[in-house]
């Protein structure tokens, strides 16, 4: 089994930043990536950043140029540097692990951003 623990989040004003963390623990064995979700309120959970093992990482159009997904894989932890933030930022932002047993979630850290 794989813990994940996110922390980070908090309310800021728009146009400021806040960079997010997510730790894994547990049964971790051949990680394949990790990334960032959120969920608005009435809306689905839609993907934000993603980083493979290589380090390569993709973005949602939504946030290139503004996040920056980075991952420490000694300590098993990713990372969301979040800049320039939007009111339309705000949502809970769920971690996910995929590693070779599948994904698992973290229990989300609340951003909101106020104008």
């Known amino acids: 089994q794989v813990q994940l623990v996110e922390s980070g989040g908090g309310l800021v004003q728009a146009g400021g930043s806040l960079r997010l963390s997510c730790a894994a623990s547990?049964?971790?064995?051949?990680?394949?990536?990790m990334g960032w979700y959120r969920q608005a309120p009435g809306k689905q959970r839609e993907f934000v950043a993603y980083?493979?093992?290589?380090?390569?990482?993709n973005y949602a159009d939504s946030v290139k140029g503004r996040f920056t997904i980075s991952r420490d894989s000694a300590k098993n932890t990713v990372y969301l540097q979040m800049n320039s933030l939007k009111p339309e930022d705000t949502a809970v932002y769920y971690c996910q692990i995929v590693v070779s047993g599948g994904s698992f979630w973290g229990q989300g850290t609340q951003v909101t951003v106020s104008s």
């Open positions: 980083i493979i093992n290589g380090g390569r990482a």
């Open positions: 547990g049964s971790i064995f051949s990680v394949n990536g």
